[in-house]
Structure formats: structure tokens, C-alpha cells
């Protein structure tokens, strides 16, 4: 008995070497794909906190632990409302990451914890939105109709299977005006929704409303200083637009690759990429790259007076003229706007700006864009052989073509991860919303609701 006694004993004390030791090691020299993870738990917790204003456990539970990795359920989350700071550590413990929210900028990934430099770092004053008894789009008065093909509006947007797992809202844009909505428990009309990769669309917009101005051009090149010596100096604007500049950049997500440490452990998300090698020709490979994204924020910024003018230019020169007052764009800790992903907007103000687009980027009778602008949208690029365009934007929606799905030819779509989707019609004269919390996995097409919108916009035959 003592020698099993003796055993056990050193057994046990064994272990609490290993677990003392994996506790040290933790501590000391956390993996990377734990801080992502902690980044990751953070940001959402904070913004959909601070922004959408939902109660951060809810949040913590439905976007971040039940879709995602079953690690992220190890992840324990703080909320400090009075200073806007929202921490996240592995098992309550180990690698600690931070989100900060800053008022009308929303929230920023810390990743290097210096939160006072971080808030220093960008202000922008929030406004109040305007009162309007207008109708939707010039104010946000809806009042849907009652007629037989309202109904038949009314009807689809509520089908669970149509509309998906877990959506979060339904707009349908019929002639210019709000015919059918729909949302999902504990969401409304008034809740801003991440857009996710739908902001590239949004971003590519704001450098539009610069061309118009004269300031940026398709054809610039050498746009960065480091790349004045070297190949990449012949990368131009609409090689980055057309997401085929040939920078090397790796988009896959669940591990620590470009993406997730640009978005979760650099302080400075343009770093990545704008020191990137280059590994193809410009336009000889399309390569999605929310990066490259990222990097477009940059240059447009850098194309105004100063960091102040180009923070403020975003609500002055798009958000504001299309009424879009719930918009808000999130920079990263330095003050570069994260366009690859950090768009939060209510379901109706995506679909203004959806409309925006139908216009070909005309609003209230004003130019907004560049003639010709939004149909680079709609043009195809070889290099991605159909499925993107020109100008950040899919000519497919997710998991086929507008084909496959009996779509018009015209449809073009704006696409995020976890289900976010604006499906734009020009010849139906049709915009078609969709948000949730809907992941890949669970194959969902918003193809087969945007079809079945479409046959019911045609008048009945006998």
C-alpha cells in the first residue's frame, strides 16, 4: 500500500509540474492562435456592445462561442462600460487581447494593450440623427402595403427556409421604395448589423466619391514609398480594386494566417500587405485578399489634407448624402479604416445604399460617383474568371452563378462572411438585403430567395 501510496503521490505531483508548467507557459509566450481568438471575442463583444447596443453576454454566447471553434468557448470576457474597454483572455487567464470603443469610430482591435495611445490615436464628433417623418429613403418611414403581391412579399421574407438559419434582417427594395422586412428575434429595424467583407463595396465607394473629386485615378501607380524600387511600383489602383495586383496575401481564416493577424494582432492592419511580396504579374491572378482592402482605406486616406479630413470623409462624402446616418466604419488602432470588414449599418441603411448602387451611383439627382463607376461593378475580371468584378464586387453570389439560379444576367452581389448578402437587380429594379449569423457550413443560398422575390414580381398569368 505505501508503494502505491508513493506512486500515486508522485503522479500527482507530476502533474501539477505539467500543469504549473503549461500555466508558465501560457503566461509567458501565449500561442498566436489564442490571441486571435481573444482578439477576435473581444472586437464583437465590443462593438455589437457599444454599436449595436445588445447585452454583451448574449453576444459573447450567439456570435462568437456557438458558430465558431469550440476553443472560443474557453474564452472569458470583461466589460468596463465606463471606460469603453472590453478584455478577453484564454480560460479567464492567458493570452489577453483587447478591444477599445471610441464613440462615433466604433470599436478597435489593441492588440499591443496600449490602450491610452489607442484612444489618442483618431476622434470623430458623433452627431445626433435627424428626425424625419419621411418616407424610407429620404427619412425612415415605412408603411408596407396590403395589396396581393405585398402579401406575397410579406410571406417569403418570413419563410424560415428561405430567408435561412438565423437571419438577422430582410430588406426587399422594389421600384425605390420598401415593399417587405422581416428580422430575427431580439433584432429590429433599428439595429446596426456588421457587414463584414459587403464594407470592401462601401470602401471602393468612398474612392469613387475621391475620383469624382479628381483626386484618385484607376491608373495611379506607385503608391506606396517601399514600393518606388522594386516591380510593385507598376501595381495600379484598379489592379487592387480588381483584387488581381499579385501580392501574395493568404485569406484563410481558423488558423493564424494574413487575415486573422491583420485583423487580431497588428496594431497597423496595412502592414501586412503593403510590404508583401509580389508573386505575380498585376492582372495575371485574382487573389480575394482582405488586405488589399485594407490597403485601398489607406491610400484613399492618404489622398485627403490630413488623418482629421480623412476620418471625417467617409460621413461627409457618402453617409451622409444617402441619409445612411446609422453607418459606422471602424478604424484599426493606428486610424487606418478597416474596409475589408468593420461596417456596421441597420439592414435599411445597407439597402440605401444598395439602391445607391442600382443608380448607378446617382442620389437624389446628384452624381455621386463617376459615370461609369458602378458599371465597372457589374464588368467581370478574367483573371477570376466571371466571378468578381472590377471594382469589389461579385458578379456570383455565394456558391454559384446568377445562372445556375435562374438569376437575371445583370444581378450583381455584395457578400460578407456569416451570410451577409445585397443582391442588386438593375433590371427588376430590385434590391434584396439579407443579414444573419449564418456560416458557411450550413450552405445556405440567398440565390433561392432572391428568385422566388423575383417570380413574385410578376404579374400573374392565366
Not at 40 to 54: L, Q
Not at 128 to 148: C, H, I, Q, R, Y
Not at 344 to 352: G, L, V
Not at 387 to 399: C, E, I, R
Request: glycine share 10%; aromatic share 8%.
Amino acid at each position: 500500500m505505501r508503494l502505491i501510496s508513493r506512486v500515486i503521490g508522485a503522479f500527482v505531483v507530476l502533474l501539477l509540474v505539467i500543469v504549473a508548467g503549461g500555466a508558465v507557459w501560457l503566461s509567458v509566450y501565449p500561442p498566436e492562435l489564442l490571441r486571435v481568438g481573444d482578439g477576435y471575442a473581444a472586437k464583437m463583444v465590443c462593438s455589437n456592445t457599444f454599436v449595436a447596443k445588445r447585452d454583451p453576454d448574449q453576444v459573447l454566447a450567439d456570435d462568437v462561442q456557438a458558430p465558431g471553434n469550440p476553443a472560443l468557448k474557453l474564452i472569458h470576457v470583461s466589460v468596463d462600460r465606463d471606460e469603453g474597454v472590453v478584455r478577453a483572455r484564454f480560460l479567464g487567464m492567458f493570452a489577453p487581447n483587447y478591444a477599445l470603443y471610441r464613440g462615433a469610430l466604433g470599436c478597435t482591435t489593441v492588440p499591443d494593450g496600449d490602450l491610452q495611445a489607442a484612444r489618442g490615436a483618431v476622434f470623430l464628433n458623433k452627431l445626433k440623427t435627424p428626425k424625419s417623418d419621411a418616407f424610407w429613403p429620404d427619412g425612415n418611414t415605412v408603411t408596407l402595403g396590403s395589396g396581393e403581391q405585398d402579401a406575397k412579399f410579406a410571406k417569403l421574407v418570413a419563410n424560415p427556409d428561405l430567408a435561412g438559419p438565423a437571419m438577422r434582417a430582410v430588406v426587399v427594395v422594389k421600384d425605390g421604395h420598401i415593399v417587405a422586412e422581416a428580422y430575427g428575434d431580439g433584432f429590429n429595424e433599428g439595429t446596426p448589423l456588421i457587414g463584414w467583407s459587403m464594407t470592401k463595396t462601401v470602401n471602393a465607394a468612398i474612392i469613387g466619391r475621391l475620383m469624382l473629386a479628381g483626386r484618385m485615378s484607376f491608373d495611379d501607380q506607385n503608391l506606396l514609398p517601399q514600393w518606388s524600387g522594386d516591380a510593385r511600383k507598376n501595381i495600379k489602383l484598379s489592379d487592387l480594386l480588381a483584387m488581381e495586383s499579385g501580392l501574395a496575401f493568404n485569406e484563410a481564416y481558423g488558423d493564424v494566417s494574413d487575415v486573422t493577424r491583420m485583423l487580431y494582432l497588428e496594431p497597423d492592419t496595412t502592414s501586412i500587405v503593403a510590404n508583401a511580396r509580389q508573386v505575380a504579374a498585376p492582372g495575371e491572378r485574382f487573389n480575394y485578399s482582405s488586405g488589399t482592402a485594407t490597403l485601398l482605406s489607406r491610400l484613399w486616406m492618404n489622398r485627403l489634407p490630413n488623418l482629421s479630413a480623412a476620418i471625417s470623409y467617409p460621413r461627409e462624402a457618402l453617409f451622409g448624402p444617402l441619409g445612411m446616418h446609422s453607418a459606422v466604419l471602424e478604424a484599426d488602432e493606428r486610424g487606418t479604416y478597416v474596409g475589408s470588414s468593420y461596417l456596421y449599418a441597420t439592414a435599411r441603411d445597407w439597402a440605401r445604399f444598395g439602391q445607391f448602387l442600382l443608380q448607378d451611383g446617382v442620389w437624389k439627382g446628384q452624381r455621386l460617383l463617376p459615370e461609369g463607376f458602378v458599371g465597372a461593378m457589374r464588368t467581370p475580371t478574367t483573371a477570376s474568371e466571371g466571378v468578381y468584378s472590377q471594382v469589389q464586387a461579385w458578379l456570383a453570389g455565394p456558391g454559384g452563378s446568377n445562372a445556375q439560379f435562374g438569376l437575371p444576367p445583370d444581378t450583381f452581389w455584395m457578400s460578407g462572411h456569416d451570410g451577409q448578402t445585397v443582391a442588386i437587380v438593375p433590371s427588376a429594379n430590385l434590391v434584396v438585403v439579407r443579414m444573419g449569423l449564418t456560416p458557411a457550413w450550413a450552405d445556405y443560398r440567398p440565390q433561392i430567395l432572391l428568385k422566388r422575390i423575383l417570380d413574385a414580381t410578376k404579374p400573374a398569368t392565366n
